[in-house]
Structures are given as structure tokens and as C-alpha cells.
């Protein structure tokens, strides 16, 4: 019983301290971001809704010049005009550039990436966009699982590749530049009907670990950082795949009750200002999920059979 209630005082502390903590952070987000990102070229994928837009407006009205990527190209040109029109933070406004971006073709990725280094120095990089999945496994067809990896993955590793190369050749920063990378819970914790999504977001990760301690050797002062969120409140179940390939078109319980895109991109800007290398940003029940995969996977694989069942029922 001693032991226990110790145990109880513990975690009621270190919970305690972990809000204390990211509040104060937050607290001093505003007068460190003014200073930091002013001036610098930030290249946000994904710019065209939900958190990559979040990210890119909040870096644009503290004065960066900031490079909006995406896929739907009239849409950027939308939030272009709105950050212009609209924009009400205290940095000088540097006027965004947009370029179309369709991370499922490696080769457009890769001139994407080129036509921007010949342009600009970038010197952020937030690799944001995505695509997600709805549906069992077996029944899904490869053509879903192979789009689903080119997205979150392969279309993104050839695009970075050009930028940090870029950073590493460019004389004016001396090797300098931060890359950011959006990847997910579900990259350390896959779980059912989600084969493909977590699939994408695992390799992602092993991928930037790789780059991380490689990118020591060669240019250290690139620094990596990889934000893990739980659900957001976007479009993101909406836009997901089915097992066919067809819109999933549903708002998820999860995903509606999730954080806000703007807390999560305030994190996320938050993170290279304080250099971070990685934060799981979710409740604290799934960080805890976390934990069990590691250490006790039996007992992980038991949860997510009763989770599988409750999802069958349910859809």
C-alpha cells in the first residue's frame, strides 16, 4: 500500500511538472518566435488546410518568408491572399511564395525541391503533408498501401534530400538549416485498420533517426527534430483512404475531439526554437501505450485485439 500510494505521488508530479512545463514554454513562445523567425525561409508542405496551413500562417506573422507547398494550387493562392489580407501578428510581413507540390511522383518531388534551392536558401524545413487510411489489412489493396508510402514517405525523403544537400552547399549559412518532421503517434504504435498509415509513419521515423546521427558526421549543424502527434481536428479522416482507394469522407470521433491544428502548430514552431529532437504530442493514456509496446508488447498485442473488436462492431 506504501509503495503504491508513492507511486501515486510520483506520477502526480511528474504530471504536474510536464504541464507546468509546456505552459511556461508556450508563455515565452511569442517574444522568442518574433526574434527567431524573422527573416528566415521556411518551406511548409502541406500548406494548403489544417496544421500545414496553421504553420505557415503562424510563421508568416512573425515575420518569415515562408514557401507554401501543396498539391492544390488554387487553394494556396486562397490562403495566400488571406495571410495578406488578414495577417495580424507583430513581425514584418515578408509576401509568402506558393509552388504546387504532388509528393506521389518521386520525380516531381525531386524538381519541386530543385526549382526551390535554385530560388531561395531555405532555411526550415517542416515536412507536413499527408494522407491517411480507413480499412482493414487484407482488403486493402496494394495500389492504397504503395500511394499511402509514397505520400508519407518516399515523396518526402526525395524532396528533403534535395533541401539539405542544398543547406549543405550553401556558403552563406555555412551548413546551417532545421528540418521538421510531422509524423504521428501511429509511427511508434500501429493499430488496427491503419496497416498502411502506420506503416508510412514508421518508416518515416526510422528514416530521420538514420538522418539524424548520419547528418552528425557530415554537417552537425543541421539540426532534426520530429514532432509525433496524437489526433488533430483537420480534414485528415475526411480525405482518408478506403480499402479501394476511394474517400473515406467521415469526421472521426478521435480526430473531431483532437488537439487544434493551431496549438499543434505553435508545438511544432515551439520545437526549433528550442531545438528539439522529438516530442510525442498526445494524451497521456496513449503515451503510456507507448510504454507498453516497449515493455510489455504482450500485453500491447491483448489492448489492441480488444481495440480491433470494439472497431469492428462499431463500423
Known amino acids: 500500500m506504501i509503495l503504491f500510494t508513492i507511486f501515486v505521488i510520483f506520477i502526480i508530479l511528474l504530471l504536474s511538472y510536464?504541464?507546468?512545463?509546456?505552459?511556461?514554454?508556450?508563455?515565452?513562445?511569442e517574444p522568442k518566435a518574433l526574434k527567431y523567425f524573422h527573416g528566415k525561409t521556411v518551406c511548409v508542405t502541406g500548406a494548403s488546410s489544417g496544421l500545414g496551413k496553421e504553420i505557415a500562417r503562424i510563421a508568416?506573422?512573425?515575420?518569415?518568408?515562408?514557401?507554401?507547398?501543396?498539391?492544390?494550387?488554387?487553394?494556396?493562392?486562397?490562403?495566400?491572399?488571406?495571410?495578406?489580407?488578414?495577417?495580424?501578428?507583430?513581425?514584418?510581413?515578408?509576401?509568402?511564395?506558393i509552388i504546387q507540390l504532388d509528393l506521389s511522383s518521386i520525380e516531381q518531388s525531386e524538381n519541386v525541391a530543385?526549382?526551390?534551392?535554385?530560388?531561395?536558401?531555405?532555411?526550415?524545413?517542416?515536412?507536413?503533408?499527408?494522407?491517411?487510411?480507413r480499412a482493414p489489412a487484407l482488403q486493402t489493396v496494394v495500389d492504397v498501401d504503395h500511394r499511402m508510402m509514397m505520400v508519407n514517405f518516399l515523396g518526402h525523403i526525395?524532396?528533403?534530400?534535395i533541401i539539405i544537400k542544398s543547406m549543405m552547399t550553401e556558403s552563406k549559412r555555412n551548413g546551417h538549416g532545421q528540418i521538421l518532421a510531422i509524423t504521428s503517434i501511429q509511427d511508434r504504435l500501429a493499430i488496427p485498420f491503419r496497416s498502411s498509415y502506420s506503416s508510412s509513419k514508421h518508416a518515416s521515423?526510422?528514416?530521420?533517426?538514420?538522418?539524424?546521427s548520419e547528418l552528425s558526421l557530415i554537417a552537425p549543424k543541421i539540426h532534426i527534430s520530429l514532432l509525433a502527434?496524437?489526433?488533430?481536428?483537420?480534414?485528415?479522416?475526411?480525405?482518408?483512404?478506403?480499402?479501394?482507394?476511394?474517400?473515406?469522407?467521415q469526421m472521426?470521433?478521435?480526430?473531431?475531439?483532437?488537439?487544434?491544428?493551431?496549438?499543434?502548430?505553435t508545438i511544432s514552431l515551439e520545437m526549433l526554437l528550442n531545438g528539439d529532437h522529438e516530442i510525442v504530442l498526445a494524451?497521456?493514456?496513449?503515451?503510456?501505450?507507448?510504454?507498453i509496446r516497449t515493455l510489455w508488447p504482450v500485453f500491447y498485442f491483448f489492448i489492441m485485439k480488444i481495440y480491433a473488436k470494439q472497431k469492428s462492431k462499431s463500423s
Open 18 to 29: 510536464v504541464v507546468y512545463y509546456r505552459l511556461s514554454r508556450i508563455k515565452c513562445f
Open 60 to 97: 508568416f506573422e512573425h515575420g518569415a518568408h515562408v514557401i507554401m507547398a501543396a498539391r492544390r494550387i488554387d487553394e494556396l493562392k486562397r490562403i495566400k491572399m488571406e495571410f495578406l489580407a488578414t495577417g495580424t501578428g507583430t513581425g514584418t510581413k515578408i509576401e509568402p511564395d
Open 114 to 133: 530543385k526549382k526551390i534551392c535554385e530560388k531561395f536558401n531555405v532555411d526550415i524545413l517542416i515536412n507536413n503533408a499527408g494522407i491517411s487510411s
Open 158 to 161: 526525395a524532396f528533403t534530400k
Open 205 to 212: 521515423r526510422a528514416w530521420y533517426d538514420s538522418l539524424r
Open 229 to 249: 502527434p496524437g489526433y488533430i481536428r483537420t480534414n485528415i479522416s475526411m480525405n482518408a483512404m478506403n480499402s479501394d482507394g476511394t474517400k473515406y469522407g
Open 252 to 265: 472521426d470521433e478521435t480526430t473531431a475531439n483532437g488537439y487544434t491544428a493551431e496549438y499543434v502548430a
Open 283 to 291: 494524451p497521456f493514456i496513449h503515451r503510456i501505450l507507448v510504454i
